[in-house]
């Protein structure tokens, strides 16, 4: 079982603390994490433009004029592209659609991946669940300095929503506060150090754990 460092809550080494192999020590599968990677930045981009055509506009069911006798050329829809109101004529239809789908197997093999990897990198640690009173940034500017972070971005993974805590994390530009449900590989990566609390351990473990075939 590989060992991390293990820091209290004010920032102190307590020791050290074991984690799962079957999530801390998988195989790192490179080309599974770009795959997820790629994805979730995937996901996020906006699909381009779309106008309507003239089946998707709405009104103009009714023939504006009759056909003959009023001198005019002939029409039979008021949102016909050459009227105002109308449909646009070969307007873009809002393609290509750029969300990828992966398997869940495949998403918690490279989440795994990425953890592996940190952890042979010595880039995550451990430490007791921090509980404020009040949301108090100057707090956790105190703990980053007596754990000796220096200018690295740091990702706390928290086992629940912790206003106090997070909202004291936001106001600082190189740390996050992220719950572990929102496991992420774009912010794994992102940021140099992670510190997990000692409660999201656990939930984490119990959430990426290898599923065993049932014969």
């Given at each position: 079982?590989?060992?991390v460092s293990?820091?209290?809550q004010?920032?102190?080494?307590?020791?050290?603390?074991s984690?799962?192999d079957a999530?801390?020590s998988?195989r790192v599968?490179v080309?599974?994490?770009?795959?997820?990677l790629?994805?979730?930045l995937s996901n996020?981009?906006?699909?381009?433009?779309?106008?309507l055509?003239?089946?998707e506009v709405?009104?103009?069911?009714?023939?504006?004029y009759?056909?003959?006798?009023?001198?005019?050329a002939?029409?039979g829809s008021t949102?016909?592209?050459?009227?105002?109101?109308g449909?646009v004529?070969m307007g873009?239809?809002?393609?290509p659609n750029y969300?990828?789908?992966?398997?869940?197997?495949a998403r918690?093999a490279?989440v795994?991946?990425?953890l592996?990897?940190k952890?042979?990198?010595g880039?995550?640690?451990v430490?007791?669940?921090?509980?404020f009173d009040?949301?108090?940034?100057?707090r956790?500017?105190e703990?980053l300095?007596t754990?000796d972070?220096?200018?690295?971005?740091?990702?706390?993974v928290i086992d629940?929503r912790n206003y106090?805590?997070?909202?004291?994390?936001?106001?600082?530009?190189?740390?996050?506060?992220?719950?572990y449900?929102?496991?992420?590989p774009?912010?794994l990566?992102?940021h140099?150090?992670v510190v997990m609390?000692e409660?999201?351990?656990?939930?984490?473990?119990k959430?990426?754990?290898?599923?065993k075939k049932v014969?």
């Amino acid at each position: 079982m590989p060992n991390v460092s293990k820091y209290d809550q004010t920032g102190k080494k307590a020791g050290e603390f074991s984690l799962e192999d079957a999530v801390f020590s998988d195989r790192v599968r490179v080309i599974t994490a770009q795959e997820l990677l790629l994805l979730q930045l995937s996901n996020k981009r906006r699909a381009n433009a779309k106008t309507l055509d003239r089946t998707e506009v709405r009104g103009g069911g009714r023939k504006p004029y009759r056909q003959k006798g009023t001198g005019r050329a002939r029409c039979g829809s008021t949102r016909s592209p050459v009227r105002t109101g109308g449909a646009v004529a070969m307007g873009p239809s809002g393609e290509p659609n750029y969300t990828l789908k992966m398997p869940k197997k495949a998403r918690r093999a490279a989440v795994r991946s990425i953890l592996t990897d940190k952890v042979r990198k010595g880039q995550l640690f451990v430490i007791e669940n921090v509980k404020f009173d009040e949301p108090k940034t100057k707090r956790i500017i105190e703990l980053l300095k007596t754990m000796d972070v220096g200018t690295e971005k740091v990702l706390f993974v928290i086992d629940e929503r912790n206003y106090n805590f997070e909202c004291s994390v936001r106001n600082i530009p190189n740390a996050k506060a992220l719950v572990y449900s929102n496991l992420n590989p774009h912010d794994l990566m992102y940021h140099g150090r992670v510190v997990m609390f000692e409660n999201a351990v656990s939930k984490v473990t119990k959430t990426l754990v290898p599923r065993k075939k049932v014969n």
